[in-house]
């Protein structure tokens, strides 16, 4: 009998220990952070005291990334990535390398003849370390998050396409970050079946007209999109006909250009979103907008209050919320009742009102 119950015990142990490897703990949040670097791309992660920062922005955003990394304690980062070796990913991580101690430096390429990515290059040597290419099926670890790596699957002439793409996962919520990969890059992971559903996706190459197609959009329904762009910038990013498309999926977009640094935290279920600032005025009535301002609406001696509801996403919202406006009409219905009863419909919070 003694036997037979350590024996029992052993197999529990090895179970747990397995499970635990193949499902960690949460600590406590993740935060993503999509720095405002104008028209170019910067993105921290932080995960349970870990940390992880994807491309830096132009070399004159260097200073930028020093003081953004300074201002939020970040000294150290386990993975710096860069996405492909443009410089409005590559430059500004020089900044980060001045700064904080670095574990392990990435990139979709070894060698690129430029004077940007020559000095990233040369900064990792500083710190004693040699440029890793990341390859498609990686798996990283940061804090209780996972990092897969889905592409490229191949590479080509096409450097916006040769972009990494990554998926960050944490309990129940991920982060798709796509660099600048462009449709042909997109139409291969999704002919692949490797474009999963996830909660945030950062836009592809700021908004432009090549990327973020409707198969790419209807593999990865995304709930949320950060669009990384600089103000009134030359290429017309992000493009109306990207904005419609995110609008067609009901997807609740940020910009940069609009909003400044978008902050989304999430304790591994839900997903709430910090702006450095509203957007203007002309821009909150602008497709695919996201202002994160509301009007509150206060529940009486009852506890009820109204909200407006999107039966598709499952998402509820305050009136003055500006997801609810953007909303189909074949998705909106209005509701007046308590919020705990919306929670047991299965019913989530919006992530820009809050309610």
């Known amino acids: 009998m003694f036997f037979q119950l350590r024996r029992r015990a052993v197999s529990w142990f090895l179970f747990l220990l397995l499970w635990g490897h193949s499902c960690p703990f949460l600590h406590g949040d993740i935060v993503v952070h999509f720095i405002d670097v104008g028209q170019a791309d910067a993105i921290l992660v932080e995960s349970d005291g870990e940390n992880m920062l994807v491309d830096g922005g132009n070399g004159a955003d260097s200073s930028l ?50 004077e940007a990515f020559r000095d990233y290059v040369g900064y990792l040597a500083m710190q004693g370390l040699e440029l890793e290419v990341l390859e498609a099926g990686t798996r990283l670890s940061l804090g209780g998050a996972t990092i897969r790596v889905l592409g490229p699957l191949v590479r080509d002439s096409e450097v916006n396409d040769n972009s990494l793409v990554l998926l960050v996962e944490y309990g129940e919520v991920s982060f798709l970050l796509t660099g600048d990969v462009e449709r042909d890059g997109e139409n291969r992971l999704v002919d692949a079946g490797l474009v999963p559903r996830c909660t945030v996706l950062k836009v592809a190459h700021h908004g432009s007209n090549d990327s973020t197609g409707y198969r790419f959009l209807r593999a990865a329904l995304p709930e949320y999109g950060v669009i990384s762009v600089g103000k009134n910038n030359g290429y017309g990013h992000p493009t109306e006909e990207v904005l419609s498309r995110l609008e067609d999926a009901g997807v609740e977009v940020f910009r940069t250009d609009w909003h400044g640094h978008v902050v989304a935290r999430s304790d591994g279920t839900v997903v709430t979103f910090s702006l450095e600032r509203s957007a203007s005025p002309a821009a909150s009535t602008a497709k695919g907008a996201a202002t994160g301002k509301v009007d509150k609406v206060a529940g009486g001696a009852s506890g009820e209050a109204s909200y407006i509801l999107n039966t598709n996403s499952k998402k509820f919202h305050l009136p003055g919320c500006s997801a609810a406006r953007r909303m189909k009409d074949a998705n909106r219905k209005d509701y007046g009742g308590k919020r705990q009863d919306l929670l047991d419909q299965d019913y989530e919070p919006c992530g820009i009102c809050k309610p």
């Not at 970040?74 to 410089?87: A, F, G, T």
């Not at 590559?90 to 904080?100: C, D, F, H, R």
Request: hydrophobic content about 30%.
């Open 65 to 114: 990334i020093y003081a953004y990394l300074k201002r939020h304690g970040i000294e150290r980062i386990k993975y710096l990535v860069n996405s492909h070796p443009h410089e409005d990913h590559v430059g500004g991580l020089p900044g980060a390398l001045n700064y904080a101690t670095v574990e392990r430096g990435f990139s979709s390429y070894r060698h690129y003849d430029s």
